[in-house]
Nanobody
Framework: QVQLVESGGGLEQPGGSLRLSCAAS????????MGWYRQGPGKEREVVAT???????NSADSVKGRFTISRDNAKNTVYLQINSLKPEDTAVYYC???????????????WGQGTQVTVSS
């Protein structure tokens, strides 16, 4: 019923930039919070940044000043601008959203399939 599809990952050199996108589609009535998570090699999944429906953001200390989350509510899309990439940013980045599905009176939490970001020279 609902699908989150990430794009924009890839191989980038240290100090470079990437912009990740995640588009939600399907029988969506509304989307509450959206966020980005990542899971590095041998590590647990961790939250990177979140954004509410009215634009309030929160981000992990490790990415403050380098990562910026934003969203376009008209497009049901959330973005993650990643600057000053470091090798330790290498991870699979996942999109997450709390949303209401048409015809259902409860919040559904949904995940994307992930997009690989590799930072290496």
């Amino acid at each position: 019923q609902v699908q989150l599809v990430e794009s924009g990952g890839g191989l980038e050199q240290p100090g470079g930039s990437l912009r990740l996108s995640c588009a939600a589609s399907g029988s969506i009535f509304s989307i509450n919070s959206m966020g980005w998570y990542r899971q590095g090699p041998g590590k647990e999944r961790e939250v990177v940044a979140t954004i509410t429906s009215d634009g309030r953001t929160n981000s992990a200390d490790s990415v403050k000043g380098r990562f910026t989350i934003s969203r376009d509510n008209a497009k049901n899309t959330v973005y993650l601008q990643i600057n000053s990439l470091k090798p330790e940013d290498t991870a699979v980045y996942y999109c997450n959203a709390d949303l209401k599905v048409i015809g259902y009176n409860y919040i559904v939490n949904s995940w994307g399939q992930g997009t690989q970001v590799t930072v290496s020279s």
